[in-house]
């Protein structure tokens, strides 16, 4: 079964920077669509961004734009999410999410079949 695990959260003031990492294992299409989202509680979950790890195509939400930028690995299943200029708006508990192939945006939930648990980013 495919699974996603986060890493990368932690602590760090505002200005600072975290690199999360997304790694998919188990079956899935040779490229994907994969998506960050991050959620805090009594809010709504938000779409960060995505990509496309063929075509590279990527969505940001305008939060975020000019300050996240993600990547995937070379070879490897890998999907990072640097995260730059970090606010205290941005701490939540930030997840990743997968599905075959990418909306023409970044999606909502619902579309995406397969979920990691979490890792947490907290900005004060």
């Known amino acids: 079964h495919v699974q996603l695990v986060e890493s990368g959260g932690g602590s760090v003031q505002a200005g600072g920077s975290l690199k999360l990492s997304c790694t998919v294992s188990g079956y899935l299409t040779n490229t994907f669509c994969l998506a960050w989202f991050r959620h805090t509680p009594g809010k709504e979950r938000e779409g960060v961004a995505r990509i496309h790890t063929g075509t590279l195509s990527t969505h940001y939400a305008d939060s975020v734009k000019g300050r996240f930028t993600i990547t995937r690995h070379n070879l490897q299943n890998i999907v990072y999410l640097q995260m730059d200029d970090l606010k205290p708006e941005d701490t939540a508990m930030y997840t990743c999410?997968?599905?075959?192939?990418?909306?023409?945006?970044?999606?909502?939930?619902?579309?995406?079949?397969?979920w990691g648990l979490g890792t947490q980013v907290t900005v004060s």
């Open positions: 999410a997968a599905h075959n192939y990418c909306p023409r945006a970044l999606g909502m939930p619902t579309w995406y079949q397969y």
